[in-house]
């Protein structure tokens, strides 16, 4: 029980609390939120953005940042569409060389931050503009169309005529990197890079290791995404993943992720991202000009990192609770 | 009536009950705390007894609960240390809090930049830089950037950008923490000269050597309650002591120990420019090898290399148990059996953000791993033990390291070393900032380690410490190691400067 209470007072808690309070008003005023086709396809379009997340949620356990994560996954979805339908590759195979490449531009990334010391910011800044230069001059922007069926189903299948097939494969992630962040040596040498990279040193942690690996994954989980909104659009579009990077920030910071490393974790994204989708499918079903949602959507964010800095600093809550005194 | 109320009060400063509560503790209980004009005051209490508080409160960083501060009898309202400077009241805090970069006078003057109109005039700023800096004794290139300054020279700057206020009550916390003895001199030289000029200042130390050779008076804190307010001269060491602590406290006394002829490391030829050259020594099972020198002599530097932070020039040799080794990053010296506990706690020793278990158990995961994954049944049953035996004061494992004090912090990290299970523990000023008590638990700490065979080498400038735990001194000074004193029993601490300047 206490841990429930605990959980609720945490930021992912209260940004869930938050998620079904504004589901429950959009549907006492439009009847249609919690209805299955609506939970259905809000999830399964939150699925892909939080697979990214959990990337960038990671990095940024260890202090670090991804930009790069749009233009890795557009990337990876440019070869899965070019190996299966220009060269004919197997959709399994195609879909496996397309991740892994993916983890190779996160391991650029990687080996530039860990080894050469550089910012992650611009690192991640400036292999973005490359990798996202690549896709334009290999496919001159055009679509690739003609995605196998057994690949669509992958992103598109519904099991039991409910259960999105892409939810199921973000859950499955979503459970291992729990345990691999909770249970595993490497978990806990990310948690204790970004909590204190000194101390991780002199604990004889190998930290330019565990921050090559960090990319790397990051890079293989932003291939994954991409890679299955190939299938999902049956096509490539050099828009995919154009605009992942704020999102997947968002969805981290809103999952109790601290942006200076060494606290957060993978469910709280999974929140976070929902908490995004939320946002976007009430305005379509309120009828409100979608021009609205980032403005939404931006507002959360600065709301939610408000209410955190004042929970968790003394001096904050103190000059808090003056502004009321006073009152 | 009202003429009594309007009389100047023989205090600059008057707080009454100040009582402040944080969730779960009463951090300060109905404190007093009264300065008077032109002396010096000791704010004396265990880590933990609400000095810093107190002082918070003062310079108006936490509001208090109850009570009410007066100055020159007049009561005022201080809400921020904004509203402090305004009325010259101005901190010292312990905690370096320079930035790297800049120059010594932007420095000094950051926050109350000298502007002629709307812009800055740096040629104004410099010069009253360098006479602020007169008056601590120190004369130096005000245009250099701060990084550049040793730890002491950056504490006297962090004093001149304090005094650039003109306060009229000076709070100085844990000044000398950092500073060489002959810094040390300095400063009490020119906190005498302030006094002379009538600015007082509240004066927080470990150090009671200090207290009785520099306060006027002193106010006594224990557990955020007041204990005592005295005269200097109506007190001895040994009672303010027993104030402190409420009990008794037996000062480590030095043990002779038998140690083994084994040697666990050894070094040869380790130089690196600028930090120390040709050093050569020995450690063996189961000793206590206590590096003494002055602050600056290189003694952190020597064993940041041989614990692999930083790397010595090619030709340097080492050896473990005999066999030539390459520490070439820390992790090759945790294989060795080395364990590292770093002189800035805070810096490097722990990871804030994280429970007890973690911060102890992290070089450990190694050997908690069960099919892969770790097995935190078993870390948590190990915290435990070493929570009970070590008498760390927590409010269980779980809790974030950041909310114990810094004595037990010290435990928890001594505890990691310990339950990895270590052959050789490189200590760097362990106590370092730590209450009596704890300081003499961790001294204890240390014996049993080195009975279990383990090589210590403990770094310390307390020379109490040195002379109470070493089984062997090791004097450094400029980067050279200038000799050894084996008889520690009868070692005084002119002993070890003579060594250290033949």
Redesign the interface.
């Known amino acids: 029980m206490k841990k429930v209470v605990d959980f609720l007072k945490s930021t992912p808690g209260m940004v869930l609390i938050v998620t079904i309070l504004a589901g429950l008003g959009v549907h006492i005023a439009t009847g249609n939120f919690f209805t299955a086709y609506n939970i259905s396809t809000l999830t399964r379009a939150a699925s892909f953005i939080i697979i990214v997340s959990f990337g960038q949620t990671i990095v940024l356990l260890t202090g670090g940042i991804d930009l790069s994560v749009a233009a890795v996954g557009s990337v990876s979805s440019m070869c899965a569409a070019k190996l299966m339908i220009e060269q004919g590759v197997n959709p399994g195979i195609s879909i496996l060389v397309s991740c892994v490449i993916g983890l190779l531009l996160g391991l650029v990334n990687g080996l530039f931050i860990a080894y050469l010391r550089l910012t992650p910011f611009i690192v991640t800044l400036a292999t973005a503009e490359i990798y996202k230069g690549i896709v334009y001059i290999i496919t001159k922007g055009t679509p690739i169309v003609g995605i196998p069926k057994t690949a669509q189903f992958l992103a598109n299948g519904v099991i039991g005529g409910i259960l999105p097939t892409i939810v199921i494969i973000m859950l499955l992630i979503c459970i291992v990197l729990t345990?691999m962040l909770k249970?595993?040596?490497l978990g806990?040498?990310i948690?204790?890079l970004g909590?204190?990279r000194?101390?991780?040193?002199?604990?004889?942690?190998?930290t330019e290791r565990v921050e090559v690996i960090v990319y790397c994954l990051s890079g293989l989980l932003a291939a994954v995404a991409g890679v299955l909104m190939t299938c999902k659009l049956a096509s490539f579009q050099a828009s995919i993943g154009a605009n992942w990077v704020n999102p997947t920030i968002a969805a981290s910071v809103l999952g109790g992720t601290s942006m200076t490393g060494?606290?957060g974790g993978v469910v709280g994204t999974v929140i976070g991202g929902l908490l995004n989708s939320t946002v976007s499918t009430s305005i379509t079903l309120l009828r409100v000009s979608s021009y609205w949602e980032t403005v939404v959507t931006g507002g959360v964010v600065l709301v939610a990192v408000t209410v955190d800095a004042i929970k968790e600093n003394?001096?904050m809550r103190?000059r808090f609770a003056?502004i009321f005194k006073r009152k | 009536m009202v003429e009594e109320v309007n009389k100047l009060s023989e205090f600059v400063i008057e707080m009454k009950g100040i009582t402040k509560t944080f969730p779960g503790t009463k951090a300060l209980d109905g404190v007093d705390l009264s300065i008077k004009p032109g002396e010096i005051h000791a704010l004396l209490g265990e880590n933990g007894a609400g000095k810093s508080t107190l002082m918070n409160v003062l310079i108006g960083q936490y509001t208090m609960d109850e009570g009410e501060i007066f100055m020159d009898g007049k009561p005022v309202k201080i809400g921020s240390p904004k509203e402090a400077f305004a009325k010259n009241i101005v901190i010292v805090p312990q905690e370096l809090n320079l930035i790297p970069e800049a120059s010594i006078a932007e420095n000094i003057f950051l926050g109350n930049e000298r502007a002629n109109g709307a812009l800055i005039s740096w040629k104004n700023a410099q010069k009253e830089a360098v006479e602020l800096l007169k008056l601590l004794d120190v004369e130096i290139d005000v245009t250099q950037p701060v990084k550049r300054l040793s730890a002491a020279y950056q504490q006297l700057v962090s004093i001149a950008r304090a005094l650039a206020y003109s306060p009229r009550v000076l709070i100085l916390d844990e000044p000398t923490a950092v500073l060489t003895n002959k810094e040390a001199v300095t400063l009490f030289a020119s906190m005498q000269r302030l006094k002379k000029a009538g600015t007082s200042m509240i004066f927080i130390t470990h150090h009671l050597d200090e207290v009785m050779e520099q306060a006027d008076r002193a106010t006594i804190m224990r557990d955020g309650q007041l204990v005592k307010v005295t005269e200097i001269k109506d007190i001895t060491k040994d009672e303010i002591i027993t104030n402190m602590a409420g009990k008794k406290v037996q000062e480590s006394k030095h043990v002779n120990r038998k140690v083994s002829d084994e040697v666990f490391f050894e070094a040869q030829n380790m130089t690196r420019p600028g930090e120390f050259s040709d050093v050569n020594f020995k450690v063996r099972k189961g000793e206590i090898l206590c590096v003494a020198g002055l602050v600056g002599a290189g003694r952190t530097e020597i064993f940041k290399s041989v614990f692999g932070i930083t790397r010595p020039e090619p030709g340097a040799k080492m050896f473990v148990e005999g066999k030539e080794v390459d520490i070439k990053e820390p992790g090759v010296a945790l294989k060795l059996g080395m364990g590292y506990v770093s002189e800035e706690r805070r810096h490097d020793g722990i990871t804030p953000g994280m429970s007890v278990m973690e911060n102890m158990m992290l070089p450990s995961y190694d050997r908690l791993k069960k099919n892969g994954l770790i097995n935190f049944k078993e870390a948590a049953r190990i915290t435990d033990e070493y929570i009970g035996r070590f008498r760390i004061k927590t409010a269980g494992r779980d809790a974030l390291i950041k909310n114990l004090s810094g004595g037990n912090q010290q435990k928890v990290i001594v505890a990691r070393w310990m339950a990895k299970g270590i052959k050789m523990l490189i200590m760097d000023e362990p106590t370092r900032g730590i209450d009596v008590n704890a300081k003499a638990e961790i001294h204890a700490l240390v014996r049993e380690l080195a009975d279990n065979g383990v090589a210590v080498v403990v770094i310390s400038s307390e020379m109490e410490e040195v002379l109470a735990l070493a089984d062997r001194v090791m004097v450094v000074h400029q980067g050279k190691i200038k000799g050894y004193i084996e008889d520690v029993d009868m070692t005084t601490e002119e002993d070890v400067l003579k060594v250290a300047f033949q």
């Open positions: 345990v249970y595993t040596k806990r040498h948690f204790a909590g204190n000194n101390c991780a040193k002199i604990v004889g942690i190998k060494g606290i003394p001096v103190e003056h």
